[in-house]
């Protein structure tokens, strides 16, 4: 079993930065791939960003691509969303998510095996 708990929503003015981060605990952090993904009102569940086991490879929604970064920190048991830029329509609950993976470049996740319980960003016009 592995528990996510994400951190660092808030408020912010268009144009504006935030990180947000999640803090794993559990079973052995490094075998997970990690990933981010958000829910807006009214829209289903979208897949924001992902990073692989050990960090050596990640990837991006198109629409946050230039702007977003995802890293991890293997000994912190953390995985942070740097969000630069941010637009209203980046408004959203934010959920991080871990699913084993093999190899360990792999960053694919298209099926979570855990998922946090989700922070809100609101980006204000």
């Known amino acids: 079993q592995v528990q996510l708990v994400e951190s660092g929503g808030g408020l912010v003015q268009t144009g504006g930065s935030l990180r947000v981060s999640c803090a794993a605990s559990?079973?052995?952090?490094?075998?997970?791939?990690m990933g981010w993904f958000r829910q807006a009102p009214g829209k289903e569940r979208e897949f924001v960003a992902a990073?692989?086991?050990?960090?050596?490879?990640?990837g991006y929604a198109d629409s946050v691509k230039g702007r977003f970064t995802i890293s991890r920190d293997n000994a912190k048991n953390t995985v942070y969303l740097q969000m630069n830029s941010l637009k209203p329509g980046d408004t959203a609950v934010y959920y991080c998510?871990?699913?084993?993976?093999?190899?360990?470049?792999?960053?694919?996740?298209?099926?979570?095996?855990?998922w946090g319980q989700g922070t809100q960003v609101t980006v204000s016009s």
């Open positions: 559990g079973r052995t952090f490094s075998f997970y791939a």
């Open positions: 990073i692989s086991r050990t960090g050596g490879s990640t």
């Open positions: 998510a871990a699913r084993a993976t093999f190899p360990t470049m792999s960053i694919d996740m298209s099926t979570p095996d855990y």
